[in-house]
């Protein structure tokens, strides 16, 4: 069964504004790992954030932040002053069953106009 | 350099024909994986091991066989009981559940 669902199949932007990425997860354990992935044309699946659940500190990254809802089991990143180069599948992920698996939403597909 | 390197990038599979993947780390991870990548449908998980001599089936496993005989190594062979197995297949290590770490991909498809 689906446990990430990435709800936008895609969104576009333009350059250097704002996009928000929304992500929900399903799962029972209290402690586990969140993540956004990119993926550019050339296929190679770049980590971008990351976060732990236990912390409540939404993490960031440079441009790149996120918005961590435990108890709504939300996760969505916002990607700020969007540069061409941020043109990407998105893929949230988290951790399942103590750490051993990663469970991959579908994508978000981001154009970025110039 | 070190992280994780799959061969080939393209690879033919005639019908009836078993073909395998190869899948090598020098991150020193204990943790390896195998995803399918098919369009619209995310990444989904093959076969997974987490110590060398032993390791687990994910969420699509039929058609698929994997061995660990070396910490550094796990290679993928797609059996011809895998009727459809046209995908972008990525290998991935873990330290330990922190971070996922992946290769450039294998493209398999069908002749």
């Known amino acids: 069964a689906q446990t990430v669902t990435q709800s936008q199949p895609e969104m576009s932007v333009q350059e250097a504004e704002t996009v928000t990425l929304s992500c929900t997860y399903d799962t029972s354990e209290s402690d586990y790992y969140l993540f956004w992935y990119k993926q550019p044309p050339s296929r190679q699946m770049i980590l971008v954030i990351r976060q732990e659940a236990y912390k409540q500190q939404n993490a960031t990254e440079n441009r790149f932040s996120v918005n961590f809802q435990k108890a709504a089991k939300s996760f969505s990143l916002k990607i700020s002053d969007s540069q061409l180069g941020d043109a990407a599948m998105y893929f949230c992920?988290?951790?399942?069953?103590?750490?051993?698996?990663?469970?991959f939403g579908k994508g978000t597909k981001l154009t970025v106009n110039p | 350099d070190g992280g994780i390197t799959q061969s080939p990038k393209y690879l033919f599979r005639k019908e009836g024909q078993n073909v395998t993947l190869s899948c090598e780390q020098n991150l020193n991870h204990d943790a390896m994986y195998w995803y399918r990548q098919d369009p619209g449908q995310g990444l989904r998980l093959i076969y997974y091991s987490q110590i060398v001599n032993d390791f687990q089936k994910g969420d699509i496993a039929e058609g698929y066989s994997v061995s660990r005989e070396k910490k550094e190594s796990f290679p993928l062979t797609v059996t011809s009981a895998q009727k459809n197995p046209t995908a972008f297949y990525l290998c991935a290590s873990s330290p330990g559940g922190i971070g996922w770490y992946f290769g450039a991909g294998t493209r398999l498809s069908v002749l």
């Open positions: 992920a988290h951790t399942q069953g103590g750490s051993e698996k990663l469970v």
